[in-house]
C-alpha cells in the first residue's frame, strides 16, 4: 500500500552497529506498529503508538526502540544490532475511528540482515 | 495473554480444488478476527474480517470465512482455488477493548496449476 512507505527497503550491516528504520504514512492515522516477521513464527509486535506522545512495548521488544516524531512517522532502531535479528520488519497503521476492528494497513516490509 | 493456532503450516492443492485453512483462537470474551494475505515478495492484505453480525464474511478474490463461537474458530474457505491465490495466509485477533493484533504463525499455500 503506498500510503504506508518503508526505508529503506534493504539493508545489510554488521554485528554492533547501530541501524534505523523509517516509517512513513499519508493516511492520516493515528497508531502506528512495528512488527518482525521469521519464517514460521508469523508477525511478531514489537512496538505500538497510538499517538505522537503514547508509545508501547510489544511482545519482543528487547534490543529495539522507537521515536513517533510526528503523526506521520514512526522510526525503529536497534541501537547494537546482533544476527539474531536479521528479519523482515513491516511497519503498519490503523486508526481508531475504523468501525469495527482495528484493521492494520502494512508498508512494503524491510529486510535486515545483520552478519 | 490470547493465541492464535493455524493448523497447517504448509498445503499444496491443484487448480480449482477447494480451500479450507484452520485458524482457532484462544479468548473468551469478545473478539475481531481477520484474515491477511502475502503474496510473494510483498506486504501484507487484509482478505476480510469479522467484528459482528453474519458469522459468515465474504471478503476479496472469492474467500470467505466462518466465525463460530463455540468452537473458537475463524477458518477461511475458497471453493476453487487458483495459481495466483499462491501466498501466505495469517489469521489475525483483536480482543474487543485491545488494540493490538495477534497473529498466527501463518499457512503457506502452493496452488500447482
Known amino acids: 500500500d503506498a500510503d504506508v512507505t518503508q526505508t529503506p527497503r534493504n539493508r545489510i550491516t554488521k554485528t554492533g552497529k547501530r541501524i534505523m528504520l523509517e516509517c512513513s504514512q499519508t493516511k492520516g492515522h493515528d497508531r502506528m506498529y512495528w512488527y518482525r516477521q521469521d519464517p514460521g513464527l508469523g508477525l511478531r509486535l514489537i512496538y505500538y503508538?497510538?499517538?505522537?506522545?503514547?508509545?508501547n512495548k510489544g511482545e519482543i521488544s528487547d534490543g529495539y526502540s522507537v521515536s513517533r516524531q510526528a503523526q506521520a512517522k514512526f522510526s525503529l532502531s536497534l541501537e547494537s544490532a546482533i544476527p539474531n535479528q536479521t528479519a523482515l520488519y513491516f511497519c503498519?497503521?490503523?486508526?481508531?475511528?475504523?468501525?469495527?476492528?482495528?484493521?492494520?494497513?502494512f508498508g512494503p516490509g524491510t529486510r535486515l540482515t545483520v552478519l | 495473554a490470547q493465541s492464535v493456532s493455524q493448523h497447517n503450516h504448509h498445503v499444496i492443492l491443484s487448480e480449482a480444488a477447494s480451500l479450507e485453512l484452520g485458524c482457532n483462537y484462544s479468548?473468551?470474551?469478545?473478539?475481531?478476527l481477520f484474515w491477511y494475505v502475502q503474496y510473494p515478495g510483498q506486504h501484507l492484505q487484509l482478505l476480510l474480517k469479522y467484528f459482528s453480525g453474519d458469522p459468515l464474511v465474504k471478503g476479496i478474490k472469492g474467500f470467505e470465512a466462518e466465525f463460530i463461537k463455540s468452537k473458537f474458530s475463524f477458518n477461511l474457505r475458497k471453493p476453487s482455488v487458483q495459481w495466483s491465490d499462491t501466498a501466505e495466509y495469517f489469521c489475525a485477533v483483536n480482543p474487543s477493548g485491545y488494540s493490538t493484533l495477534t497473529f498466527g504463525k501463518g499457512t503457506m499455500l502452493l496452488v500447482s496449476p
Open positions: 479468548y473468551g470474551g469478545t473478539v475481531n
Open positions: 503498519a497503521t490503523s486508526d481508531t475511528g475504523t468501525v469495527g476492528g482495528d484493521t492494520q494497513y
Open positions: 503508538s497510538f499517538d505522537v506522545k503514547d508509545i
